[in-house]
């Protein structure tokens, strides 16, 4: 029972970014105004998917099915057993929605074997299946036998389930119009357990929840999560060591850790699990939806978003808020990420103001386009409010490049100066400063990097007061121009806002710290080195030769505010976010052992530049 409980709070927090038991409507029960059915429906290969039915109790009128495919359950299971809140917001399930929920081929209560990210199989034949076709099938048999339906269906979910409801626009079943892939993964080697090539070492412990097969529908856990016997996460994998040491927790028979282990590169493997290449020519309507302070799933969203901008002509929009994943699924009034308050009541904005009138206009209105909605509905997350634009990134944007200049100064101009640092394994910069433990991080988002700022090993660079706002609305990309005395390295870049000294504190400000020259991150990547010059093949640096490192930053809408200052920082390591970087050459990190440990000193050259999107209004 404990493990039961263990998991349905880690389904309903850290992947689904479910709706928290605090937010649920008292005043409106589901089993007073839905009736639920479970059945399993067979798929072209003959294997029964899970699926669970609610459908409203009043039968006077027809309904469009909003459906949900899961790998994370669609409990509680049993005909009498509901859900306290059903369908992606509040508004929709009181309005009345046929809402459907699928365990995945594989997963609780479904047969079949399951595959992580399975691959898409354009042109399938016979009993071919993957992800789209169990979505047409599953969609063909709900509206042939599920009464009052209207015969429009639309897809949501967030994370993993957003994943799916992306697979769901390959489906191309005529009956499917719109769809709201919600913090999707769009690349496991750029989303979640990977950022460009680097293994994100704090998604370890997740690895449980995807690693295992079961042996036939269940409605019990079959996997546990790993006891490390510690709070001091970064202790923990310090004094693990090399990623070798960590088999002892995941055997052969967690056929994800095997596959991490087996595929450090972007080969084919992970190339064919990919969903964002498959955008192309997609017919319902897409609403994308993502939390500028996402730190699982930033990639998908905004790439996904571009592919099919790019590859199709269909009803395509983007919505992004000041959220962490999954935040716009909660009603919370204050919106705030870790230390930092954006505003209140803006979760249940959008949910009433755009993800109902999509689905409703799509479903059961005219599903002409004309929604009234902006194309992107963005939160610029330094001033404070939403932003509508014709596109995204917005039209008027223009690139402005700051050089990382001598005296570790911000400047319009490259320099022939130069930063040079010691990057040491043995103590790496943290990513957040704080001894806890956690599933998946997601407070360092906006996390104060003054303990970063003050390292040796971490290099600032950063403008006057600012005298004017600083609009930034688009992607960011570093070229950095560095030499290590080692062959093997990882470069993280940091967008910093530093709030002025007179910077009030919020009510989520915690005791220990004030809001005074806060130094709020905005936006971070991390690029291992050696695939500057492709993910498919990996090189080493050559000893203090000068190279370019190049790191595309997720996409910001940020206004760095007048009296504000703007700083990057450069390091290393970001530790245990990511995984050690042995900083010798090893072709498999995964093999890595405790001598190719090795420190080395970094240089960051004066002709490296952070290129921001900047918007004049």
Do not use: C
């Not at 709706?19 to 029964?48: C, H, W």
């Not at 042109?123 to 009464?147: C, H, M, P, R």
């Not at 990882?490 to 967008?495: A, H, I, N, P, R």
């Amino acid at each position: 029972m404990k493990l039961f409980r263990i998991t349905l709070l880690l389904n309903l927090f850290f992947f689904i970014g479910a709706q928290s038991f605090a937010q649920l409507q008292e005043d409106y029960n589901v089993e007073e105004n839905y009736t639920k059915m479970e059945v399993d429906i067979p798929m072209r290969d003959g294997t029964n998917l899970h699926t669970t039915i609610y459908s409203p109790i009043d039968t006077s009128t027809e309904y469009p099915i909003l459906m949900q495919r899961t790998p994370y359950s669609s409990r509680p299971y049993g005909e009498d057993q509901f859900r306290s809140k059903i369908g992606p917001n509040e508004y929709l399930m009181q309005q009345g929605n046929i809402i459907v929920y699928q365990d995945v081929r594989g997963r609780w209560m479904s047969e079949g074997e399951y595959d992580n990210m399975r691959a898409f199989i354009p042109n399938k034949t016979g009993e071919q299946f993957d992800e789209a076709s169990d979505t047409y099938d599953t969609i063909e048999w709900l509206i042939n036998n599920v009464e009052n339906n209207n015969g429009r269906v639309g897809t949501w979910g967030i994370s993993y389930p957003g994943f799916y409801a992306t697979y769901s626009l390959l489906s191309d079943h005529p009956a499917l119009k719109a769809a709201s892939p919600q913090a999707s993964i769009g690349d496991f080697f750029f989303d979640d357990f990977h950022h460009n090539g680097a293994y994100l070492l704090s998604y370890w412990r997740a690895t449980a929840l995807f690693g295992y097969q079961k042996d036939g529908p269940t409605d019990e856990a079959w996997y546990n999560l790993p006891e490390l016997g510690t709070q001091d996460q970064y202790q923990f994998f310090l004094d693990a060591g090399p990623l070798s040491n960590l088999d002892k927790y995941y055997g052969e028979d967690n056929i994800f850790w095997q596959q991490l282990k087996e595929h450090p590169n972007y080969d084919e493997f992970w190339q064919s699990r990919g969903i964002v290449q498959h955008m192309k020519d997609i017919k319902p309507a897409v609403m994308i939806v993502g939390g500028l302070f996402d730190a699982e799933d930033l990639y998908g969203p905004f790439n996904i978003y571009k592919s099919i901008e790019k590859h199709s002509d269909n009803y395509n929009s983007i919505v992004f808020g000041p959220w962490s994943h999954g935040d716009w699924a909660r009603n919370e009034e204050r919106q705030a990420v870790g230390n930092v308050y954006f505003g209140d009541n803006i979760s249940e904005d959008f949910q009433q103001n755009y993800e109902t009138v999509f689905f409703n206009h799509f479903l059961k209105g005219e599903a002409d386009g004309n929604t009234g909605l902006a194309e992107a509905h963005m939160y610029d997350t330094g001033e404070r409010k939403w932003d509508n634009y014709e596109a995204w990134p917005p039209k008027a944007v223009e690139k402005r490049s700051f050089y990382l200049g001598e005296n570790e100064n911000l400047i319009d101009n490259p320099s022939d100066s130069k930063e040079e640092f010691i990057s040491d394994p043995k103590k790496p910069v943290s990513y957040n400063n704080e001894i806890k433990m956690v599933f998946t991080p997601r407070e360092y988002m906006t996390g104060d990097q003054r303990f970063a700022a003050r390292r040796p090993d971490v290099l600032v660079f950063e403008t006057e007061v600012l005298e004017e706002d600083l609009k930034m609305a688009g992607p960011i990309e570093a070229r950095l121009q560095v030499a290590t005395t080692g062959t093997s390295a990882d470069w993280v870049v940091k967008v910093i806002d530093v709030y002025p000294p007179d910077a009030e504190d919020y009510e989520e400000t915690p005791a220990h710290l004030k809001m005074s020259n806060y130094h709020m991150m905005v936006r971070s990547e991390v690029m291992r080195g050696r695939f500057r010059n492709g993910f498919e093949n990996p090189e080493p640096f050559e000893p203090n030769k000068k190279t370019a490192v190049n790191i595309n930053l997720q996409d910001i809408n940020h206004t760095f505010k007048k009296g504000h200052k703007l700083q990057i920082q450069v390091q290393s390591t970001w530790f245990p976010l990511i995984d050690l970087n042995p900083q010798t050459y090893i072709p498999n990190i995964f093999e890595a052992e405790e001598e190719n440990f090795q420190k080395q000193t970094h240089t960051v050259y004066g002709d490296s530049a952070v290129i921001f999107s900047v918007l004049n209004e």
